[in-house]
């Protein structure tokens, strides 16, 4: 970590259970990869290699490698996930995914819609092999679903054996706990904090000024992802209060206002 020189309440080195910084590799290369370890190392959680794109990189197995030398953990973005699952080829995903080395999974029905006995028991039976995020919330902007249904959903789920649940935003945050103009469904978000412990979710956020607002809300040991590569520096900037957005709320908290 960082010479810390400001009297800041340093957050906890990795592993983490919160403050969790989950990234997007949308499809970077192995050089891309060292370069972001090399300056962002220290706040580097999880890596979701988003969507079906794990399937079409040539050097898949070098990359989880290299992930996995910098301790962290690197999984398959859930709707390869779904595809396997709309195609009757979930042992060919599970041989798939144990030979090229990944250890977390994640289960989502974004897109397919899965019956919520078959979601919970495919949880179930991942969870006996690997370390499971399940992910709540449609990709469908226009699919809206009342606050007690993602508090009961999100509950069968940890139940089930999920490590954390996933709140769905897309990669744009532009659908599921955000409006289609990328506001946070803020309703939504205290109904599922009051019932949810909040270590056990992550949010995912992509836009500067979604973190800042669940940062203020919820405080800088909460759990966000879908976080682009170039964007976990200043995450973390966020985190301590070293950025506008939110150091009136971190920063200065203890510093009497001047009169």
């Not at 399937?55 to 070098?62: A, C, F, G, I, Q």
């Not at 800088?220 to 900037?237: A, C, F, K, Q, R």
Request: charged share 25%; glycine share 10%; aromatic share 8%.
């Amino acid at each position: 970590m960082v010479e810390e020189f400001l009297g800041l309440p340093m957050r906890a080195g990795k592993p983490r259970e919160s403050g969790l910084t989950h990234v997007i590799d949308k499809g970077m290369t192995l050089s891309e990869i060292d370069g972001m370890f090399e300056i962002a190392g220290d706040y580097v959680d999880i890596v979701k290699m988003g969507w079906g794109t794990s399937y079409v990189t040539r050097n898949l197995k070098d990359k989880v490698r290299l992930y996995q030398s910098y301790d962290t953990p690197v999984m398959c973005g859930g709707t390869l996930l779904e595809a396997a699952v709309a195609r009757g080829r979930m042992d060919d995903f599970r041989r798939w995914v144990t030979g090229h080395g990944f250890t977390h999974v994640e289960v989502s029905d974004g897109t397919l819609r899965m019956e919520r006995e078959s979601k919970q028991e495919l949880i179930r039976s991942l969870a006996e092999e690997f370390v499971v995020l399940s992910e709540v919330g449609s990709k469908d902007q226009d699919s809206i679903f009342a606050p007690y249904q993602w508090v009961v959903w999100i509950k069968e789920e940890l139940e089930a054996g999920a490590w954390k649940v996933i709140t769905e935003a897309r990669e744009t945050g532009t659908a599921g706990i955000f409006r289609g103009t990328g506001e946070v469904r803020s309703g939504l978000i205290d109904e599922i904090v009051h019932d949810i412990a909040v270590d056990r979710l992550l949010f995912e956020a992509p836009q500067k000024e979604q973190q800042a607002w669940f940062i203020r809300h919820l405080g800088p040991d909460v759990n966000l992802g879908n976080i682009p590569p170039d964007e976990v520096i200043p995450l973390e900037t966020l985190r301590l209060g070293l950025r506008s957005d939110t150091m009136p709320h971190l920063l200065l908290r203890d510093i009497p206002t001047p009169t």
